[in-house]
């Protein structure tokens, strides 16, 4: 069978964002390499000039500090996840990411390219299993936070599910110490029921192993922004990567203008350059020719007519001042537009009304994204008790207070719902946040936590019987 087709497919979505994705990501990571592609060569200037503006070029990564402080906000405080599974708290991944540093994945990538995929898969095995081998083998269910780069393709059935999809994978092999490693490129075929790998070999696509989960559902869980690629439009991360591109650019070009104050642009008369002789080569032509280029780094000559005095000429300084300015001016611009902005440029006391609108703001993008977040984990812990009916599917809550809590303040209100009378649903619900407000000041380990909830579940109805009699 020609399983060709199966390295050619490409969701029109994934085509469409492709390279934009591409760029996204390349501006999160920076580095020499990224700087290579974004910044840009004059028209008019000569090469021998860009290349030194490339080698002094330095980036600063507001596309990684927005994307990831969003993430830190989300996760300032430790979701609430009742009856979960320790072991899997401390080890999602199989790997050695704890739930909370999947999640952080996740979220970040959400933030980068608008879409993510969470991925829940089991270790394949043949035999029986029992609790040891368990153990010993680590077989039981993971997660793994996908870009939308490596999921190219999938379809949606006539429920609305997924149908299937296809999962791009890298797979690197050096684990004989005596031979060469092994690198190639694979991608896996997810459906409800089974799963296909495939690898290109030399041109030719080859099914090298496949398997059940007969899980009845793809074990894959995609999440999208609803203001973005819900409504078919483009991501908001990419017009943070091109403001901060132009920053980089800017930003070269004044540390440009403070080198070219310490070293000059020499100018020299024309009479001097006619009456010069021409360098001659290790070979003795004289094909090096007197300079007569206009750029900042080559000298260049002026007619009798003209001053006629040889000297050196540098760039105002306040060229430097007023670029470095403009800077300052795209940076508050990106940080608003995101929406990360509290703090007006302006000499006049923010109105109460104002930072309330600007509060709101902030929280609403983060609730937004929660939900998400929330939602994503939730599904994962329930295919992951699909996998295995021996992991509980725990009851999940984000942090979804994002102001600054005064201690004093929160605890009189807690008091003051103490007095009402409620049923005792009421009063553990007091008391579980109660909780969350010490977790704030104080980090409480999810096994305390756990014993904590316990008791709260105990106490509560002892108390209003007390209470009764």
Not at 407 to 432: V, Y
Request: net charge negative; proline share 4%; hydrophobic share 40%.
């Amino acid at each position: 069978m020609d399983y060709s087709i199966i390295f050619r497919r490409q969701h029109p979505e994934y085509r469409r964002n492709r390279d934009c994705w591409k760029r996204c990501a390349a501006a999160y990571s920076g580095g020499a390499e990224y700087i290579d592609q974004a910044l840009i060569q004059h028209v008019s200037e000569v090469d021998p000039e860009y290349a030194e503006r490339l080698k002094r070029a330095y980036y600063f990564n507001y596309p990684r500090k927005i994307a990831r402080i969003i993430t830190q906000y989300i996760l300032s405080g430790d979701p609430v996840r009742i009856n979960a599974d320790p072991l899997l708290l401390e080890d999602f991944s199989r790997n050695g990411l704890r739930t909370n540093e999947v999640m952080r994945q996740f979220s970040t990538m959400l933030n980068v390219y608008g879409s993510a995929w969470m991925l829940v898969e089991m270790p394949c095995f043949t035999g029986s299993m029992d609790s040891e081998r368990q153990r010993i083998e680590n077989i039981r269910p993971y997660a793994v936070a996908l870009s939308p780069l490596e999921v190219v393709d999938w379809a949606e059935g006539p429920d609305g599910r997924l149908e299937w999809a296809l999962v791009e994978e890298n797979h690197f092999d050096n684990r004989n110490v005596w031979a060469e490693p092994r690198s190639a490129i694979r991608r896996r075929l997810w459906t409800r029921n089974e799963w296909k790998l495939f690898e290109k070999d030399r041109g030719e696509v080859k099914l090298i192993a496949h398997g059940r989960h007969d899980l009845d559902q793809l074990p894959l869980i995609r999440a999208v922004e609803a203001d973005g690629f819900g409504m078919q439009c483009k991501h908001w991360f990419e017009d943070a990567v091109r403001i901060s591109d132009a920053i980089l650019n800017n930003e070269s070009e004044a540390q440009m203008n403070i080198i070219k104050q310490m070293f000059g642009l020499l100018v020299i008369s024309e009479n001097f350059a006619r009456g010069s002789r021409p360098a001659r080569n290790v070979n003795g032509k004289s094909d090096h020719k007197f300079s007569h280029v206009l750029a900042r780094s080559a000298a260049i000559w002026e007619s009798s007519e003209e001053s006629g005095i040889s000297r050196y000429i540098a760039p105002n300084g306040v060229t430097a001042s007023v670029i470095r300015s403009e800077n300052q001016q795209l940076k508050n611009e990106l940080f608003d537009v995101v929406g990360l902005t509290i703090i007006r440029e302006t000499r006049e006391l923010q109105s109460a009304e104002s930072k309330a609108w600007d509060h709101q703001q902030i929280c609403q993008f983060l609730l937004n994204r929660v939900d998400l977040l929330e939602q994503t984990e939730q599904a994962a812990w329930q295919l992951m008790h699909c996998y295995d009916p021996a992991v509980n599917i725990p009851e999940i809550a984000y942090n979804r207070d994002f102001s600054i809590a005064d201690l004093q303040d929160s605890i009189s209100s807690l008091l003051q719902l103490r007095d009402i009378e409620a049923g005792n649903e009421f009063r553990r619900e007091i008391a579980r946040t109660a909780v969350t407000l010490l977790s704030k000041y104080q980090k409480i380990t999810p096994e305390r936590q756990k014993i904590i909830y316990e008791e709260i579940e105990k106490l509560l109805p002892v108390a209003q019987e007390e209470v009764k009699k």
